[in-house]
């Protein structure tokens, strides 16, 4: 992880935008070049500064860090060199499972901004319905698409920025520049499997190719393509143990699958090319297109007892009248062990079971085939007079379509199909900006002042499109307590069905200078109008005290906000969980706060959140030692979430069948969102690098730590529980560190990492769960010609987290499914390369 290097430090890249914190470091030259120009472009809106310059605190990691590891899905390669950026698996998480959610210091996945080459990205179409809390509710931007080979280098700023980009950069901004060479390329092939039997296996190919375009441009283009099976961590549950005892040989073992979701047709591709058009001006465009089918397992349904399927809550087996005028004299009280009765029902034309068709229960498989496309174009240049102008437009689309197998529309009765597509979920963002930099000399400052400002149109429309009719339909036994919709995720049905958009106009100036040789000074000011939501006026300040040589102080104090993205505003879900204090499965609704059901118990059009981040840090260096401790405070007021459960009355559910809403009919509880929370974020992060240059090689150490600690400071009661409060202040590790040495020795290259995960609680499991570690290794040679070899294990020594005492009793997961680290134990890997 190459976050912090102190010595060949460059300044020379021309000014993007940004702001003026100053958030910069390493800018890789081209792959196999001697020499790293730690300079970086995010943050400042002035030429491009050191990290060591900057008034807050930023990762970077170069191109070579994501090739020096086993995955290859970005989102867990940012985790691992990013202590700061949490993620974890997403087994049996609706939605999540296809977008797993990210968390940047404590918060959500969308309190965190996705820039690429410095241009805002384009959220997820998924919204994160299942996120252990902390990302219930979220969508954010879905950068599992962007494929590592084409990345030059990614600057992660931890610092809130939203009176620089706008909405979502409240806990900072994550930055990819893409890679800009007009030659040479490279090829890379990986293999992976996990130590355990039975687990298949992971593999990716992957290239990048540097091309001339005209004789003053350049055409980069990068794609990669692979699949990843699914995992087992699975113990089989005490129910469906007890149903094989008992003779029922048709069930599972395991009933019901933990593990990571099967990944199929992973298609990633990006470019980035540009042409200068005369010595001052330049044109540029960018862009992806990505595919993949994901799909996950569902809880499994007891043939004995799953209500509204095949039992009727009362402790009866579930019999249906499919007489069409009741004449069928049906059993009401069928006792679910009473074998001859069920067989005489099997045996009556007149009366239907499920049992029938699924003898040992089912498990549904649940997934999406998502794509992923985005372009941005843009001219920009410096006039005579010495005045940047960047002017840039962009597209990005994202969609998700749903599918889910091995599950039925139980209101169909035995016309009911297997197989449902509920519908699909789409995100289409538009971006226009004209941004503005020009330095002003000032006789009393060390340097000229910069002035920079700009404006941004952007428009955001999220779409729900309709499922296909068994998926959402009512049919004619949903009167006889069978539910009603595709079972485990409804369709979208017509009420569902719509789109909804929301544009925005925003301006911004800013200021930075350095007031002496020595004090750098910045300040910036963002307003912002919402179509819906109304404005929103942001500031910044930063400063940069460089004391002596070695040793200097920086500190930054800014406003934010986050507006409700369309999407949280207007949909509906309805997710199957577990209720562990009843071990039964129970249909949760999550439905617009505007709703009627969701006024009476206290819902309201939703507001924007609001943020105060005030951030303090100190940078010294040592010759060949640096280190930046860094301290942070973000008050989070207004913060959106989803509410409470509810237990729905009768008359609330009749209402939420009245309007439509797929599966209202089996609903147990629900939900919706609400700014009915104040949060307090703090902790600090600790970045600390040496290089040891010997007779047998040089050596590097990386060191970062992170220490983060949420509190919930206000609430409405009545809304927010106990659950949710625990959910937010405990569901992420406190603290979290890497310690990482890489040596290279003539054409040999050693890694070791060790990564420590802090203690964290588990809603689902209502367990907290000790902290864990994994040390990851690798070792390669490069051969004369070009190509390199590679092996290497992630979590080397087999690490586990510890196991879930209730997995047998509960739903048969092994560990906790949101295990910081990852719980499918070694995962061995070799890599194939070669550069050209």
């Not at 597209?395 to 297997?418: E, R």
């Not at 485990?488 to 909804?500: L, Q």
Request: net charge negative.
């Amino acid at each position: 992880m190459k976050i912090f290097t102190p010595r060949k430090l460059a300044l020379a890249i021309s000014a993007q935008i940004a702001f003026t914190a100053g958030y910069s470091q390493v800018a890789l030259a081209q792959e196999g070049a001697d020499q790293l120009e730690e300079v970086v472009v995010t943050g400042t809106r002035r030429e491009a500064r050191s990290v060591f310059d900057s008034a807050a605190p930023i990762d970077v990691i170069g191109g070579e860090e994501f090739r020096n590891q086993g995955a290859s899905d970005m989102t867990t390669l940012l985790r691992n060199s990013v202590p700061s950026y949490n993620v974890n698996n997403q087994p049996i998480s609706d939605a999540a499972t296809v977008v797993r959610p990210a968390n940047m210091r404590g918060l959500a996945s969308d309190h965190t901004l996705v820039l690429v080459n410095s241009k805002r990205r384009h959220r997820a179409a998924v919204i994160s319905w299942l996120g252990n809390g902390v990302n219930d509710g979220a969508q954010g931007p879905d950068i599992s698409v962007i494929p590592s080979i084409a990345v030059k280098q990614v600057e992660v700023l931890r610092d809130g920025a939203a009176a620089q980009y706008g909405s979502d950069a409240i806990a900072g901004i994550v930055n990819f520049i893409l890679k800009d060479y007009d030659e040479g390329g490279s090829i890379e092939a990986k293999y992976g499997q996990y130590s355990e039997d039975g687990d298949e296996d992971l593999w990716s190919v992957a290239g990048n190719i540097g091309l001339p375009f005209t004789a003053n441009g350049f055409f980069n283009a990068s794609f990669e393509y692979g699949e990843a099976a699914p995992t087992s961590r699975s113990v089989q549950r005490d129910d469906a143990a007890a149903l094989i005892a008992g003779g029922n040989t048709d069930v599972a073992n395991p009933a019901q699958i933990w593990g990571n979701p099967e990944v199929e047709e992973d298609l990633k591709t990006f470019f980035n090319m540009g042409v200068d058009l005369n010595s001052n001006n330049s044109w540029y465009g960018f862009g992806n297109y990505a595919s993949k089918t994901v799909t996950g397992g569902f809880y499994f349904r007891n043939p004995d007892t799953r209500q509204a399927v095949f039992g009727d809550g009362n402790g009866n087996r579930l019999v249906g009248d499919v007489t069409g005028d009741m004449s069928g004299n049906c059993p009401t009280d069928l006792d679910p062990s009473d074998a001859a009765g069920l067989a005489a029902v099997i045996a009556d034309p007149n009366c239907f079971v499920f049992n029938e068709r699924f003898p040992g229960g089912f498990t549904p498989n649940f997934g999406a085939d998502t794509e992923d496309a985005s372009f941005v174009t843009g001219v920009k240049g410096t006039t005579d007079g010495g005045l940047y102008w960047d002017v840039s437009a962009g597209v990005g689309y994202n969609d998700a379509d749903f599918f889910i197998v091995d599950t039925v529309n139980a209101s169909l009765g035995p016309q009911s199909p297997t197989e449902f597509d509920p519908g699909s979920y789409t995100q289409i963002e538009k971006n226009f900006n004209v941004d503005l930099s020009y330095p002003v000399p000032v006789s009393f400052l060390a340097s000229d002042l910069n002035i920079a400002g700009g404006f941004e149109w952007r428009d955001e429309e999220f779409e729900i499109g309709i499922g296909d009719q068994a998926s959402w339909e009512v049919g004619p036994l949903a009167d006889q307590g069978f539910s009603a919709a595709s079972n485990g995720f409804p369709g979208f049905g017509p009420i569902a069905e719509g789109d909804w958009s929301r544009s925005n106009i925003a301006a911004y100036i800013d200021f930075e200078a350095d007031v002496t040789e020595n004090l750098l000074v910045a300040a910036a000011l963002r307003w912002e109008d919402f179509d819906d939501f109304g404005t929103t006026t942001n500031g910044k300040i930063a400063a940069h005290w460089q004391i002596v040589d070695s040793f200097a102080v920086r500190s930054t104090y800014s406003t934010g906000f986050r507006a409700p993205t369309p999407g949280q505003s207007n949909a509906y879900n309805v997710s199957t969980e577990f209720n562990l204090a009843t071990n039964e499965l129970e249909n949760n609704g999550t439905i617009p706060a505007t709703s009627a059901v969701a006024a009476l118990r206290g819902g309201q059009a939703l507001d924007p959140e609001e943020s105060t981040n005030f951030t303090a840090g100190v940078i010294w260096q040592a010759g060949d030692f640096s280190v930046t401790v860094d301290y942070f405070d973000i008050d989070l007021e207004d913060r959106l979430g989803v509410s409470q459960n509810f237990v729905l009355t009768d008359e609330e559910r009749q209402a939420l069948i009245d309007d439509g809403v797929a599966g209202a009919n089996s609903l147990q509880t629900f939900r919706f969102f609400t700014n009915g929370i104040e949060t307090n974020t703090k902790g600090f992060d600790v970045v600390a690098t040496y290089e040891l240059d010997s007779s047998i090689g040089l050596t590097s150490f990386n060191l970062a730590y992170n220490q983060t600690e949420t509190s919930v400071e206000d609430f409405v009661e009545g809304i927010i529980d106990e659950v949710r409060i625990q959910e937010l202040e405990e569901a992420l590790p406190e603290t979290r560190w890497n310690l990482m040495a890489n040596h290279t020795m003539d054409a040999w290259r050693f890694m070791a990492r060790y990564s420590y995960f802090d203690d964290w609680y588990d809603s689902e499991d209502t367990l907290t769960y000790d902290g864990y570690g994994v040390v990851d290794a690798e070792i390669g040679y490069t051969f004369d010609s070009g190509f390199a070899v590679v092996l290497g294990a992630d979590n080397i020594l087999d690490e586990t987290p510890d196991r879930n005492p209730n997995a047998a009793a509960g739903v048969g997961n092994q560990y906790s499914q949101w295990a910081p680290g990852g719980f499918n134990g070694r995962f061995m890997y070799a890599r194939l390369l070669y550069d050209f």
